[in-house]
């Protein structure tokens, strides 16, 4: 207790203590989602503030509240003590407050330059743009970061790493007071991220606030001051990292005992449905090999942009493997398209529900019966009866909540939805069901009854791959996992070598590297 | 809440399809289209005569042919504007083949061959070379009527055989002609492939996303080529009736064409985004449209104020809901 | 200058080049200077309306109304000096752009504020334009005789071995660089179709931006059809019939996307001149006008099939890192 105090004053005396961000009772709701329920968030000058929690904890919406794109429902943001109100993005990049967004949000049509400067560009006589200036500030800001671009080359031209670099200048191009780094080091290679320490380092000393969003613990706990944790769009603590352990802090961004949330269950290796051996794709992916058991679920782990995805979405027929064999049921199997490996037995329920999974704008009853047309109709004639019959058995059994069948899917929350698109593909009765980050982004108690179902489908003997980005998942429903780095299957993992630890360290390729 | 444990029944629908009918787009341009039927009965005494209202049906039955594929396509989230220039070609080529002494016959056949064979040559661009549709159209829309204009010249085929006649000028029982019969039974087949099988639901699946439709294991692209077959060949019947009724062919046949039954399948309530609208909107709009030219035809209004009118229904029936919600949320 | 050889601009202008050579190569008269200059003229209007078009289709919209609009601002400009023939033409030419900016405006409009998707917006107003010209005219013709020689000489008049419409169209042109290299509005247009989700987050109103991009569309066209109908001393309800397809063609052609955000001035500039080029040369070479439709609609598909697949999405690629990583360890 004593030393807590003690290292807090030290804190104290090192930096400014008043907060130049505040955020207070912030809330913000979606049709079927409250994705903020009050939350607070403070961030103080010269510190960096990490902020933690799972997917759906709230991370990206108070992002974009801090950045002008949602106005929060309730709640105040105080900048230096001030109040304001950011009804615009550029409301809030005047206020001092810039972000490196996770995703794109760039220009391939345009120069480096005008990507750096887009909404601000320095402008002389009647109001023109000013090449020269916004070309010379530029490359002054590329220098800082020590970016080798050309202020003039089009975006299109850039590599991942390099546009990430182009985000970062365009973040600086503002003279900030806070600094949002929304998981800056997704995409970037292992010297790319010393680059970013690095200045993240020099903004500190000058003196800025950074917002800090990461997944991975080893890079919080080097850089950041300060952590505030989000759990299911709430606020459930802050404090100083240099008075937290790792173990405390995934236990407040988890929030409850990963044991209990997930079904128990009984497997027994059972025979091989899927084989897969030296499948490769000429960028994504290469020389990937498993099998797959009637009753198993396999867990696929990696971060994000791993390969996982792609590796899936080949195995269904989106994009043209360049070599491998997938045998299913020990016969070689050659699946051109989706329509292929349904008709083979493999169904995946892709990660972008509202894109790739669910056809918003169709009825419930119609998004389930769509790979099923032939089996309720008679000569390609439709028969309503038989289409309300399947839908009501797939969405009872998945307990699903809506008003009425012929209900639109887009009018469903997320949870419901992805029961919408699990009931569509086994109505199909498949032999291999692939899941897609299934839980991602959807409220608890959808979350459970998804676990549970999956517990369910391979009891009844169904194979099931599940692609998952978080550690709870992975570790509660998989038998067995399969960890994915860089397109290249970087360990398989099962009983006792099944840690967090294990699954973190093949996934960042810690240890190895340094061989 | 999540802790329910028995499964809820779900009802099949939110409300009957009586009350959903009542709402809907279709009932609403049906009660215009009988406002406009009653106007016109006062407006003009020649109105409410069998064979006036025969001959009014011309205005819009050809059209209506092309618009009902037109209204797959649009939905299935594509759009054909070359379909007046696949009409002066196939007219071009029939007149051709009749210069050398080819029967009805042979005309008929080679009017939808070249109709199927144009809608084929748009299909290949926008699904096998992926390009959009609305580019590689109004390119074909130049190419085709270009080709009848390099035939044709300022000249005219004429000489077609008298027995062609039939298709645009004759009549099948009392004062119903060949051609309205045709559309009937267009209509007909349309609202079954469309509303009635795997086919048509595919069609509206892929209007609403595609991607998510593929994911589904729906060929996609074998459904749009389809569509586009279909359209050109709808093109092709609508270039026999043409040709037949005016009984010549110029390369300015059906100018402008496009755009009125792009118009007729938007007014029919059918999104140009893709994803909705049915047959029976399609029929109604294509009477409003004829009853409104042939209304104001009998009143000696010039065709081109009735496009003035034609024009600000298809701006007013999408923006007047639009601003009533506006106007009610503030 | 590398990147530039392989742009579509170079190799659309060498295309035009070796079009141009092989036709002097046996009607050496079609390059004379006065020659190209009266293409160049004749070129004017489609140029004109094709920029307008441009900035209308980065931002991923459409605009079907143009050639509508030039012939109801023509007739306007037409039936005006012939009931008053004193009034100046810098007041007519304020009234033809002022008008035409206003029918560009309320497709504007419908576009930002009822979100209506521009084809049927546009599609709806070019007939009701259209129609308007009827009731207006009666359908009757304003004919040279009835126009002042002030108006019909103004875009005739011949400054620096030009007429002041070619003059025009290179002055409006000249702007037009200036306008999307130099403004942010310009830089807007790219901003907005290239990408509008980023748009939002860099401070840009989406709807906004398409309203101005039909603002100056509209404008373009009121101008054009003073200009149109001053210069062929006619005004009537079909004048232009069509052109809206033209001047689509001249945009696909330069190179401009049909999806927004990709193509440059200098392309769109490029497309025009070649179907001008195009135009005027067939009856030099003895090729029967009636040939245009057909190149100019194969010409439209060649460029599309072209950009498409200069313009090939790249995929993500994951392997190559993870080899670069090999490399480096």
Same mark, same amino acid.
């Given at each position: 207790?004593?030393m807590s105090?003690?290292?807090?004053?030290?804190?104290?005396?090192a930096?400014?203590?008043?907060?130049?961000?505040?955020?207070?009772?912030?809330?913000?709701?979606?049709?079927g989602?409250?994705?903020?329920?009050?939350?607070?968030?403070?961030?103080?000058?010269?510190?960096?503030?990490?902020?933690?929690?799972?997917?759906?904890?709230?991370?990206?919406?108070?992002?974009?509240?801090?950045?002008?794109?949602?106005?929060?429902?309730?709640?105040?943001?105080?900048?230096?003590?001030?109040?304001?109100?950011?009804?615009?993005?550029?409301?809030?990049?005047?206020?001092?407050?810039?972000?490196?967004?996770?995703?794109?949000?760039?220009?391939?049509?345009?120069?480096?330059?005008?990507?750096?400067?887009?909404?601000?560009?320095?402008?002389g006589?009647?109001?023109?743009?000013?090449?020269?200036?916004?070309?010379?500030?530029?490359?002054e800001?590329?220098?800082?970061?020590?970016?080798?671009?050309?202020?003039?080359?089009?975006?299109?031209?850039?590599?991942?790493?390099?546009?990430?670099?182009?985000?970062?200048?365009?973040?600086?191009?503002?003279?900030?007071?806070?600094?949002?780094?929304?998981?800056?080091?997704?995409? !970037?290679?292992?010297k %790319? +991220?010393?680059?970013? =320490?690095? @200045? $993240?380092?020099?903004?500190? &000393? /000058?003196?800025?606030?950074? *917002?800090?969003?990461?997944?991975?613990?080893?890079?919080?706990?080097?850089?950041?001051?300060r952590?505030?944790?989000?759990?299911?769009?709430?606020?459930v603590?802050?404090?100083?990292?240099?008075?937290?352990?790792?173990?405390?802090?995934?236990?407040?961004?988890?929030?409850?005992?990963?044991?209990?949330?997930?079904?128990?269950?009984?497997?027994?290796?059972?025979?091989?449905?899927?084989?897969?051996?030296?499948?490769?794709?000429?960028?994504?992916f290469?020389?990937?090999?498993?099998? !797959?058991?009637?009753? %198993? +679920?396999?867990?696929? =782990?990696? @971060? $994000?942009?791993?390969?996982? &995805? /792609?590796?899936?979405?080949? *195995?269904?027929?989106?994009?043209?493997?360049s070599?491998?064999?997938?045998?299913?049921?020990?016969?070689?199997?050659?699946?051109?398209?989706?329509?292929?490996?349904?008709?083979?037995?493999?169904v995946?329920?892709?990660?972008?529900?509202?894109?790739?999974?669910a056809?918003?704008?169709?009825?419930?009853?119609?998004?389930i019966?769509?790979?099923?047309?032939?089996?309720?109709?008679r000569?390609?004639?439709?028969?309503?009866?038989?289409?309300?019959?399947?839908?009501?058995?797939?969405?009872?059994?998945?307990?699903?909540?809506?008003?009425?069948?012929?209900?639109?899917?887009?009018?469903? &929350?997320?949870?419901?939805?992805?029961?919408?698109?699990?009931a569509?593909?086994?109505?199909?009765?498949?032999?291999?069901?692939?899941?897609?980050?299934?839980?991602?982004?959807?409220?608890?108690?959808?979350?459970?009854?998804?676990?549970?179902?999956?517990?369910?489908?391979?009891?009844?003997?169904?194979?099931?791959?599940?692609?998952?980005?978080?550690?709870?998942?992975?570790?509660?429903?998989?038998?067995?996992?399969?960890?994915?780095?860089?397109?290249?299957?970087?360990?398989?993992?099962?009983?006792?070598?099944?840690?967090?630890?294990t699954?973190?360290r093949h996934?960042?390729?810690?240890?190895?590297?340094?061989? | 809440?999540?802790?329910?444990t028995?499964?809820?029944?779900?009802?099949?629908?939110?409300?009957?399809?009586?009350?959903?009918?009542?709402?809907?787009?279709?009932?609403?341009?049906?009660?215009v289209?009988?406002?406009?039927?009653?106007?016109?009965?006062?407006?003009?005494?020649?109105?409410?005569?069998?064979?006036?209202?025969?001959?009014?049906?011309?205005?819009?039955?050809?059209?209506?042919?092309?618009?009902?594929?037109?209204?797959?396509?649009?939905?299935?989230?594509?759009?054909?504007?070359?379909?007046?220039?696949?009409?002066?070609?196939?007219?071009?080529?029939?007149?051709?083949?009749?210069q050398?002494?080819?029967?009805?016959?042979?005309?008929?056949?080679?009017g939808?061959?070249?109709?199927?064979?144009?809608?084929?040559?748009?299909?290949?661009?926008?699904?096998?070379?992926?390009?959009?549709?609305?580019?590689?159209?109004?390119?074909?829309?130049?190419?085709?009527?270009?080709?009848?204009?390099?035939?044709?010249?300022?000249?005219?085929?004429?000489?077609?055989?008298?027995?062609?006649?039939?298709?645009?000028?004759g009549?099948v029982?009392?004062?119903?002609?060949?051609?309205?019969?045709l559309?009937?039974?267009?209509?007909?087949?349309?609202?079954?492939?469309?509303?009635?099988?795997?086919?048509?639901?595919?069609?509206?699946?892929?209007?609403?996303?595609?991607?998510?439709?593929?994911?589904?294991?729906?060929?996609?692209?074998?459904v749009?080529?389809?569509?586009?077959?279909?359209?050109?060949?709808?093109?092709?019947?609508?270039?026999i009736c043409?040709?037949?009724?005016?009984?010549?062919?110029?390369?300015?046949?059906?100018?402008?064409?496009?755009?009125?039954v792009?118009?007729?399948?938007?007014?029919?309530?059918?999104?140009?985004?893709?994803?909705?609208?049915?047959?029976?909107?399609?029929?109604?709009?294509?009477?409003?449209?004829?009853?409104?030219t042939?209304?104001?035809?009998?009143?000696?209004?010039?065709?081109?104020?009735?496009?003035?009118?034609?024009?600000?229904?298809?701006?007013?029936?999408?923006?007047?809901?639009?601003?009533?919600?506006?106007?009610?949320?503030? | 200058?590398?990147?530039?050889?392989?742009?579509?601009?170079?190799?659309?202008?060498?295309?035009?080049?070796?079009?141009?050579?092989?036709?002097?190569?046996?009607?050496?008269?079609?390059?004379?200077?006065?020659?190209?200059?009266r293409?160049?003229?004749?070129?004017?209007?489609?140029l004109?309306?094709?920029?307008?078009?441009?900035?209308?289709?980065?931002?991923?919209?459409?605009?079907?109304?143009?050639?509508?609009?030039?012939?109801?601002?023509?007739?306007?400009?037409?039936?005006?000096?012939?009931?008053?023939?004193?009034?100046?033409?810098?007041v007519?030419?304020?009234?033809?752009?002022?008008?035409?900016?206003?029918?560009?405006?309320?497709?504007?409009?419908?576009?930002?504020?009822?979100?209506?998707?521009?084809?049927?917006?546009?599609?709806?107003?070019?007939?009701?334009?259209?129609?308007?010209?009827?009731?207006?005219?009666?359908?009757?013709?304003?004919?040279?005789?009835?126009?002042?020689?002030?108006?019909?000489?103004?875009?005739?008049?011949?400054?620096?071995?030009?007429?002041?419409?070619?003059?025009?169209?290179?002055?409006?042109?000249?702007?037009?660089?200036?306008?999307?290299?130099?403004?942010?509005?310009?830089?807007?247009f790219?901003?907005?179709?290239?990408?509008?989700?980023?748009?939002?987050y860099?401070?840009?109103?989406?709807?906004?931006?398409?309203?101005?991009?039909?603002?100056?569309?509209?404008?373009l066209?009121?101008?054009?059809?003073?200009?149109?109908?001053?210069?062929?001393?006619?005004?009537?309800?079909?004048?232009?019939?069509?052109?809206?397809?033209?001047?689509?063609?001249?945009?696909?052609?330069?190179?401009?996307?049909?999806?927004?955000?990709?193509?440059?001035?200098?392309?769109?500039?490029?497309?025009?001149?070649?179907?001008?080029?195009?135009?005027?040369?067939?009856?030099v070479v003895?090729?029967?006008?009636?040939?245009?439709?057909?190149?100019?609609?194969?010409?439209?598909?060649?460029?599309?099939?072209?950009?498409?697949?200069?313009?090939?999405?790249?995929?993500?690629?994951?392997?190559?890192?993870?080899?670069?990583?090999?490399?480096?360890?």
């Open positions: 207790m004593q105090i003690e290292t807090k004053a030290q804190v104290a005396s930096v400014d203590t008043a907060p130049v961000l505040t955020l207070d009772g912030i809330t913000k709701t979606f049709p989602v409250k994705a903020l329920d009050g939350v607070s968030l403070d961030l103080y000058p010269g510190q960096v503030t990490a902020l933690v929690g799972e997917n759906g904890a709230g991370k990206s919406t108070i992002v974009k509240t801090l950045t002008g794109i949602y106005q929060p429902d309730a709640g105040t943001i105080r900048v230096a003590g001030e109040e304001m109100h950011f009804a615009t993005a550029q409301d809030a990049s005047a206020a001092g407050i810039t972000a490196i967004h996770q995703e794109t949000v760039l220009f391939d049509e345009l120069t480096v330059a005008e990507n750096i400067f887009i909404g601000h560009a320095p402008r006589r009647f109001g023109l743009i000013d090449w020269p200036t916004m070309r010379a500030k530029s490359r800001i590329l220098d800082r970061i020590d970016a080798d671009l050309d202020p003039d080359m089009p975006l299109r031209d850039l590599g991942i790493a390099s546009k990430h670099l182009v985000a970062i200048a365009r973040a600086l191009s503002v003279d900030a007071r806070v600094v949002i780094m929304d998981e800056p080091t997704a995409a !970037l290679s292992h %790319e +991220i010393e680059e970013l =320490y690095e @200045l $993240v380092e020099r903004l500190k &000393s /000058e003196g800025r606030a950074i *917002l800090f969003i990461s997944h991975k613990f080893d890079e919080i706990f080097r850089i950041a001051d952590f505030t944790v989000f759990r299911d769009g709430q606020h603590g802050e404090g100083l990292i240099s008075e937290i352990a790792e173990a405390d802090l995934v236990r407040l961004m988890v929030g409850r005992d990963v044991d209990q949330i997930f079904p128990q269950r009984d497997h027994a290796p059972s025979e091989a449905v899927l084989q897969v051996v030296g499948y490769s794709h000429p960028t994504e290469d020389n990937i090999a498993f099998t !797959l058991r009637k009753g %198993e +679920i396999l867990g696929f =782990y990696g @971060l $994000v942009g791993a390969g996982r &995805s /792609e590796v899936m979405q080949s *195995l269904f027929g989106i994009t043209k493997p070599k491998g064999v997938v045998k299913i049921d020990g016969d070689i199997k050659v699946i051109r398209s989706p329509a292929d490996a349904v008709g083979n037995g493999i995946y329920v892709p990660e972008d529900r509202g894109k790739q999974g056809v918003i704008g169709l009825p419930i009853f119609q998004n019966t769509l790979p099923s047309l032939s089996q309720t109709s000569a390609g004639f439709l028969r309503l009866s038989e289409e309300f019959a399947m839908a009501r058995e797939y969405t009872e059994r998945l307990d699903l909540r809506a008003a009425a069948l012929d209900q639109d899917v887009g009018n469903l &929350s997320g949870g419901n939805q992805q029961k919408v698109v699990i569509k593909w086994l109505a199909t009765k498949p032999k291999v069901i692939i899941l897609d980050e299934p839980t991602k982004g959807i409220d608890i108690g959808s979350k459970a009854a998804v676990h549970a179902f999956m517990a369910e489908l391979a009891a009844q003997g169904l194979a099931v791959i599940m692609v998952s980005s978080e550690i709870p998942e992975v570790m509660g429903m998989s038998d067995r996992v399969i960890v994915m780095r860089e397109g290249l299957i970087a360990a398989e993992l099962e009983g006792d070598d099944l840690t967090p630890e699954l973190v996934a960042a390729g810690i240890g190895e590297e340094d061989q | 809440m999540s802790d329910a028995s499964p809820r029944h779900i009802p099949d629908r939110l409300q009957s399809n009586a009350a959903r009918l009542l709402k809907s787009w279709e009932v609403l341009l049906l009660g289209a009988i406002l406009i039927f009653i106007a016109n009965s006062f407006a003009s005494p020649y109105f409410l005569n069998a064979w006036n209202l025969s001959d009014a049906t011309f205005n819009f039955t050809e059209k209506a042919m092309i618009a009902f594929a037109m209204a797959l396509l649009i939905i299935s989230g594509e759009i054909d504007l070359s379909v007046a220039s696949i009409i002066a070609l196939a007219s071009t080529a029939m007149g051709a083949a009749a050398v002494g080819a029967g009805t016959t042979e005309l008929v056949l080679i939808l061959v070249v109709g199927l064979a144009a809608g084929a040559f748009n299909g290949v661009l926008v699904t096998v070379m992926g390009l959009p549709s609305i580019v590689v159209t109004i390119g074909t829309m130049s190419l085709f009527r270009g080709i009848s204009y390099i035939i044709l010249g300022d000249g005219a085929y004429r000489g077609y055989p008298s027995d062609f006649a039939f298709f645009g000028q009549y029982w009392w004062v119903f002609s060949f051609e309205f019969l559309f009937a039974v267009l209509a007909v087949i349309y609202y079954v492939v469309l509303h009635r099988t795997n086919f048509g639901r595919t069609i509206y699946t892929i209007g609403n996303n595609a991607t998510a439709a593929s994911f589904s294991g729906i060929r996609v692209a074998r749009k080529f389809i569509l586009f077959l279909l359209t050109g060949l709808m093109a092709g019947v609508a270039a043409l040709t037949s009724r005016l009984g010549s062919t110029r390369p300015s046949i059906g100018f402008g064409w496009e755009l009125e792009v118009t007729m399948v938007v007014l029919g309530g059918v999104s140009i985004l893709g994803g909705s609208g049915t047959i029976p909107g399609v029929v109604i709009a294509a009477f409003v449209m004829g009853l409104v042939f209304g104001l035809g009998l009143l000696n209004v010039p065709g081109i104020v009735m496009s003035i009118f034609i024009g600000a229904m298809l701006i007013g029936v999408i923006a007047l809901p639009r601003l009533w919600d506006m106007w009610r949320r503030s | 200058m590398i990147a530039f050889l392989k742009s579509r601009e170079a190799i659309l202008a060498g295309a035009m080049l070796v079009l141009l050579a092989l036709i002097s190569s046996r009607f050496p008269g079609f390059v004379a200077p006065d020659n190209l200059a293409v160049f003229t004749d070129t004017s209007p489609l004109l309306l094709a920029l307008g078009q441009t900035v209308v289709i980065l931002t991923r919209c459409i605009d079907l109304s143009v050639a509508a609009n030039l012939a109801l601002t023509g007739m306007v400009c037409a039936m005006l000096n012939a009931a008053m023939p004193g009034v100046p033409v810098i007519i030419l304020a009234i033809a752009v002022g008008l035409g900016a206003i029918m560009g405006a309320f497709n504007g409009l419908l576009v930002w504020k009822l979100a209506i998707p521009p084809i049927v917006v546009t599609l709806g107003t070019m007939t009701i334009y259209r129609g308007i010209i009827f009731l207006i005219s009666n359908g009757e013709w304003v004919n040279a005789h009835e126009m002042s020689k002030a108006f019909t000489g103004f875009p005739r008049t011949v400054f620096l071995g030009l007429p002041v419409m070619a003059w025009i169209a290179i002055a409006i042109a000249s702007g037009f660089f200036l306008l999307i290299a130099r403004t942010p509005l310009g830089r807007s790219y901003a907005v179709g290239g990408n509008p989700h980023a748009a939002v860099a401070g840009i109103d989406v709807g906004k931006t398409q309203f101005w991009a039909f603002v100056i569309s509209g404008a066209a009121g101008l054009t059809g003073y200009l149109w109908v001053a210069r062929y001393a006619v005004a009537y309800v079909d004048i232009a019939a069509g052109f809206e397809l033209e001047v689509v063609a001249a945009c696909v052609i330069g190179g401009i996307s049909i999806a927004g955000g990709a193509g440059t001035i200098l392309g769109t500039i490029l497309g025009a001149l070649f179907l001008g080029i195009v135009k005027n040369a067939l009856p003895d090729i029967s006008p009636f040939w245009q439709m057909a190149i100019s609609g194969a010409a439209i598909i060649t460029a599309v099939a072209f950009n498409a697949r200069s313009a090939k999405a790249k995929g993500r690629i994951i392997l190559r890192r993870a080899q670069a990583h090999g490399a480096q360890a």
